[in-house]
């Protein structure tokens, strides 16, 4: 059984269009986190997500957007992509925020 | 920003050797400690977490922290060639929910 899973695993489009990724996990845990890896490999966060509180890093434009319909999913929705947008997007949860966070598979988003 | 502070590599050990990797970090009142590994291409993969000083074994694997210092470190025993990845270092400060992550070391086992 997958633990954290994303959608789509790749995604290519134009600057300009809107996108989201989805992520679900199944190991009942309560704090989920998108997080950026750069061209260099640099892994930051972008949102925490626990009980219905989202904590926003300050550094990430607001043409993102993270959407939790329930506790085991959320999303990530994108406005007016631009190409220094290009990463991987990894989505993690953990049981509590002291705690471990296990990543899901990725998803590598070109801008074209 | 907090930082988190490691050698980028490449640091190269013969199979069997013991790999070191080391991490500081500049919150002092960081209170959570992990090692990931990343192969290329892949997600990082949890291999160690460490709460308290001291060290903590888990099969060829052992972290060990001192907070008085501000550094954790990873030993990688009988390193084999299957363990050539990157290591990435994370802590987690006393509030917030996420980590900081390092920029990882790249470890190459040679056969």
């Known amino acids: 059984d997958t633990a954290v899973s994303q959608t789509p695993k790749y995604l290519v489009t134009q600057m300009g269009n809107d996108k989201s990724i989805k992520c679900e996990q199944n190991?009942?845990?309560?704090?989920m986190y998108w997080y950026k890896q750069d061209s260099k490999k640099f892994l930051k966060i972008m949102f925490s997500?626990?009980?219905?509180?989202?904590?926003i890093n300050e550094t990430v434009p607001n043409r993102f957007s993270p959407k939790s319909p329930d506790k085991a999913h959320l999303n990530l929705h994108i406005n007016s992509l631009e190409l220094g947008d290009s990463a991987v997007y990894f989505c993690?949860?953990?049981?509590?925020?002291?705690?471990?966070?296990?990543f899901g598979p990725g998803t590598r988003l070109t801008v074209t | 920003q907090k930082e988190v502070e490691q050698n980028s590599g490449p640091l190269s050990v013969p199979e069997g050797a013991i790999a070191s990797l080391n991490c500081t970090y500049s919150?002092?009142?960081?209170?959570?400690f992990f090692w990931y590994r990343q192969y290329s291409g892949k997600s990082p993969e949890l291999i160690m977490s460490?709460?308290?000083?001291g060290d903590k074994e888990d099969g060829r694997f052992t972290a060990q922290l001192n907070k008085a210092s501000q550094y954790v470190s990873l030993l990688i025993r009988d390193s084999q060639p299957s363990d050539s990845a990157t290591y990435l270092c994370?802590?987690?400060?006393?509030?917030?929910?996420?980590?900081?992550f390092g920029k990882g070391t790249s470890l190459l086992v040679t056969p």
């Open positions: 190991l009942g845990h309560d704090t």
């Open positions: 997500y626990n009980n219905k509180e989202l904590i």
């Open positions: 993690a949860s953990s049981f509590d925020r002291r705690y471990e966070q296990y």
């Open positions: 994370a802590v987690r400060p006393n509030s917030g929910y996420a980590l900081n």
């Open positions: 460490i709460y308290s000083n």
């Open positions: 919150d002092r009142v960081s209170q959570s």
